[in-house]
């Protein structure tokens, strides 16, 4: 057995195994509150960040980390079963976790998208009715609120929204803006915000992307030219398929499927607090690690590569100036793949908490009704890495470094984080 699957077999046993060493009352307590309610404020929060006119979407990961964080802390402060990821004082006795979540993720949202006030407190209102009134719910909302605050104060001065500029002139292998749009870089910042878990933006830095005259830029270029071209002749029908079902909104695709795991395996509030922590806090850390490496690398993408190849000094290229790629080019460099890296950070975080199984089901918000069965997170990992390139929007290189980065940060939170108490 490798040690990967020993570590995975090990994460799985302890999530099954809680039950029964964390005590018959405090397992009566678990039981007691509203499990749902986790997955109930992480659709609240990726429908409050998606309709936030002062966001983009590689932003929404950082939020959503934000937000899982307060829930988390506010749930393991009052159920001791995992190591919480900030200690915030003595948690009250006998306080509604039911009512700490929500109201952790209420003000974590507020505090953020204060443009979804109403409808943040209806969300509110409605988790709350849940809970019995009396002394437990009114200690369980202050307690989340105070955990929330508390997170907040510590991340002010992350970097967020810093001015933080894209200045690498263009030149060969260098990005620039890319038609139709031509926009600048999104959230240049991103990629110097102060991550969550990991320990600086640097920790897991990716391998320099290939020289333009290597034999790996030559076959990367061959391949996203052939591929990835809207009128591509030799990408398959079904091909063609997999790369639209991975065009859409990470965001939406990876949390609708989080909601389905925490129902589908019943999980308590407690190890449902956790999965959506794990995964939303390792993804939102991969993605400012990602960003950290577009900012540094500033490698350029396909579209100008095959339109710029005269001048990329390598004779085994040729220019096409007329290529366009199979969906328009996000405006961000290459290297490394964000889409990628927040897939397999998230799969992977998941992995680690309920076992290498996954059994999971993704929606695609660029092909609506489709869905997609998975059965491990290596087979998913694989198609996305696949369908960037068929998209024509990434060399391969890219996606692998990118499938390699949100993998190690994983495996290194899992180590570090959201560990169960014996």
């Known amino acids: 057995m490798s040690t990967v699957r020993r570590r995975l077999g090990v994460a799985a046993t302890a999530v099954a195994l809680v039950p029964v060493y964390a005590g018959t009352a405090q397992a009566a307590s678990v039981r007691a509150e509203t499990a749902s309610v986790i997955a109930d404020w992480n659709a609240v929060a990726v ?69 979804a006030q109403s409808a943040l407190d209806t969300a509110l209102a409605t988790s709350l009715a849940t809970v019995p009134d ?32 894209y200045t690498p002139a263009p030149a060969p292998g260098v990005w620039r803006p890319t038609p139709p749009a031509n926009l600048p870089m999104a959230v240049p910042w991103l990629g110097r915000v102060t991550p969550l878990l990991a320990r600086s ?96 690398r500033a490698y350029w993408r396909p579209i100008t590569a095959i339109h710029e190849a005269a001048a990329d000094g390598n004779p ?3 220019p096409d100036p007329a290529w366009t790629p199979l969906i328009a080019t996000p405006n961000y460099p290459d290297y490394v793949g964000g889409y990628n890296s927040v897939v397999a950070a998230s799969t992977r975080a998941l992995e680690y908490v309920v076992g290498p199984r996954l059994d999971l089901d993704l929606i695609s918000t660029a092909v609506p009704g489709e869905v997609r069965h998975y059965r491990s997170g290596a ?41 169960a108490v014996h």
């Open 379 to 419: 087979a998913l990992r694989a198609d996305v890495v696949d369908a960037r390139v068929w998209l024509g929007i990434h060399f391969r290189t890219a996606d692998t470094a990118a499938r390699t980065l949100g993998v190690e940060l994983a495996d290194w939170t899992a180590r570090h984080y959201f560990r």
């Open 316 to 318: 085994a290229t040729s």
């Open 134 to 165: 009396g002394a437990a719910k009114r200690t369980g909302i202050a307690y989340g609120e105070r955990v929330a605050r508390d997170l907040i104060a510590q991340r002010a001065d992350d970097g967020r929204n810093a001015s933080v500029q």
């Open 47 to 115: 429908t409050t960040l998606s309709g936030d006119a002062t966001k983009v979407v590689p932003e929404s990961f950082l939020y959503l980390g934000f937000v899982h964080a307060a829930i988390y802390d506010a749930v393991v402060g009052l159920h001791p079963r995992y190591e919480p990821y900030r200690r915030h004082g003595q948690a009250p006795r006998g306080a509604s976790a039911t009512a700490a979540a929500a109201a952790a993720g209420h003000k974590i949202l507020e505090t953020y998208s204060p443009y």
């Open 201 to 296: 933006a640097a920790q897991f830095t990716p391998p320099a992307p290939p020289t333009l005259t290597s034999r790996r830029y030559t076959r990367d270029f061959a391949e996203a030219k052939a591929m990835g071209s809207a009128t591509s002749t030799v990408r398959t029908a079904a091909q063609t398929a997999t790369a639209r079902f991975f065009a859409g909104n990470a965001v939406v695709q990876i949390n609708a499927a989080l909601r389905d795991q925490a129902t589908t395996r019943n999980l308590d509030i407690v190890d449902s607090a956790r999965m959506f922590a794990a995964t939303a806090m390792t993804t939102a850390d991969v993605a400012i690690l990602t960003w950290r490496s577009k900012l540094d």
